[in-house]
């Protein structure tokens, strides 16, 4: 049994090479909060999650996930790199009411993707500094933003969690009208073709941090979500990197000074004196682009472009120049982005998350509508939904094989469940493709055979049955 006496939330990151002689254990912890009074406790239950991993690798199952439960809590880790795990340890008390497995996990996904996005990963920062302060110094503060948000039960992570079809694993994303679309593909290839500008790609998120396009390179988008949904870049403090402050830098059409504000602001990011583009680490493995951030008003919309500037820094003139080049694809973005999307933000009648192979992200009801639900389909929906994770569909590997023991794209599970009260009926469905996860609230189906033909209407207003 974890005998550890830390609080009801607890954050730490370990690195299992050091502190191997002894009284240097404390070596071991990179970064721990809140801070505990006796570490030795924290070491403990490190050694433990540590011994089932290795456990867990001796009997041929290893997994970059450790997890174990005691009577009054949740303790969780995740290799983030070789040998470097963060690691998550929850009072029961303290996990909101719905909350999944795969929803709890999901809080180390996020920390994984802004570890990886700000840094480039825990083992970058003990390359600088082999001594692991430095490493400390600069986790500590996204420990302290996942602990405060965790704190309040307000906070858009714990209404998250209590949401059994948010999609932890897949990117967040949202509609956006095709002429939208287009206009932002056009923004991204004038960038492309302008001499001097090494784009990588860009990207359309709106205020919540959803992906509404991209065309960045696979896996830069995931990070880039996790990114802009926890720091939401907006005039003011910066979320993530304590001191530092965000400043619009508004220019005009020939981008030679501040008069008054055009259809988009570049976001600077103050930090020791200095104004500058975002460094973000994008790709797997992570690779540093300078972000040029257009904070869009009214649309309430960002676009994000990569900026490979490994020859040196984007000044704020060269900032200003790019938002000029921007400027004739702005307008009409904004424009068609406050028009209704060709689909809906939400299907009445329905709850869902969906992901396909394919998808720029996952397809979910929007979170007002999940608060509107009762108490018995949501925790339906939840218990459906850790069914789902337990059998791999929801990041990790699923055994999706054949007869003859080869992978087949044709495997496909379905379950249908009805509430004992309600008339609600969940779906599930599941193959290498993606998942669908989806309750039908109380409309009066009784059977399969009622219920069918409104499974087959969610599939095809969900873009779903390719």
Request: some cysteine.
């Amino acid at each position: 049994m974890v005998r550890a006496r830390l609080g009801d939330i607890q954050f730490f990151v370990y690195d299992a090479r050091r502190g191997a002689r002894e009284s240097t254990e404390l070596e071991k912890l990179l970064a721990v909060y809140p801070s505990v009074p006796d570490p030795t406790d924290l070491l403990w239950a490190v050694g433990l999650l540590q011994g089932l991993a290795t456990f867990a690798n001796t009997f041929g199952q290893a997994s970059d996930w450790t997890r174990t439960e005691t009577q009054r809590s949740v303790w969780l880790s995740v290799q983030a790199q070789p040998s470097i795990s963060l690691g998550l340890a929850l009072a029961k008390s303290a996990i909101p009411r719905h909350a999944t497995e795969d929803g709890v996990q999901a809080i180390l996904v996020l920390l994984r993707s802004l570890v990886a996005t700000l840094h480039g990963g825990v083992q970058a920062l003990l390359d600088e500094d082999p001594s692991g302060a430095s490493a400390g110094a600069r986790l500590t503060p996204l420990l302290m933003h996942l602990h405060s948000q965790l704190s309040s039960r307000s906070s858009a992570l714990a209404r998250e969690l209590r949401n059994p079809f948010c999609a932890p694993r897949a990117v967040p994303a949202g509609p956006l009208p095709r002429a939208a679309a287009r206009a932002a593909q056009s923004l991204d290839s004038a960038l492309r073709c302008a001499a001097g500008v090494a784009s990588a790609g860009s990207a359309v998120l709106d205020g919540q941090g959803r992906l509404l396009w991209t065309s960045l390179p696979e896996g830069c988008a995931e990070g880039l979500a996790a990114w802009a949904g926890a720091e939401r870049p907006a005039p003011g403090p910066a979320a993530l990197q304590p001191g530092a402050r965000w400043e619009a830098c508004e220019v005009d059409a020939r981008g030679s000074g501040a008069e008054g504000p055009g259809p988009a602001s570049v976001l600077l990011l103050r930090s020791a004196g200095e104004a500058r583009l975002p460094k973000l680490h994008l790709g797997s493995p992570p690779r540093p682009f300078e972000c040029l951030l257009l904070s869009m008003a009214p649309a309430d919309l960002w676009v994000i472009v990569a900026l490979d500037r490994s020859g040196g820094g984007c000044s704020k003139a060269q900032a200003a120049a790019l938002h000029n080049l921007a400027r004739p694809w702005l307008e009409p973005l904004i424009k068609e982005a406050a028009l209704p999307p060709e689909r809906p933000a939400h299907l009445p009648g329905y709850r869902y998350m969906a992901v396909r192979e394919g998808l720029a992200g996952a397809l979910a009801s929007p979170r007002p509508k999940i608060s509107a639900m009762s108490h018995v389909d949501r925790a339906m929906a939840a218990a459906g939904r850790d069914s789902m994770a337990r059998q791999g569909a929801l990041g990790a590997a699923a055994d999706w094989t054949d007869a003859d023991g080869g992978a087949s794209r044709t495997s496909f599970r379905e379950v249908l469940a009805r509430a004992a009260t309600g008339g609600s009926w969940l779906l599930m469905q599941e193959s290498m493709q993606g998942h669908l996860l989806a309750v039908r609230q109380g409309a009066g189906e009784k059977t399969i055979k009622d219920i069918m033909p409104a499974v087959a209407d969610l599939q095809r207003r969900l873009d779903l049955n390719a």
